[in-house]
């Protein structure tokens, strides 16, 4: 597998990243957006695509 199409996600609340995704940059030009559980903030949080 290709480290090229990797992306990190970061929390929007505390700004750590907690999860690392792959997506297919050909197909999906806009930035991912996920809720996903934060464990420093302990709650669910929406979590943005970050550089790398």
């Known amino acids: ?21 792959r997506k297919n940059k050909k197909k999906v030009e806009r930035k991912i957006e ?7 903030c302990k709650k669910h949080v929406v979590h943005k695509e970050g550089k790398k």
Do not use: V
Not at 1 to 21: E, F, G, H, P, V
Not at 34 to 40: D, E, P, Q, R
């Open 1 to 21: 597998m290709s480290q090229d199409n990797l992306i990190k996600l970061i929390c929007s609340a505390c700004k750590r990243t907690n999860y690392w995704t």
């Open 34 to 40: 996920y809720k996903k559980y934060c464990k420093w």
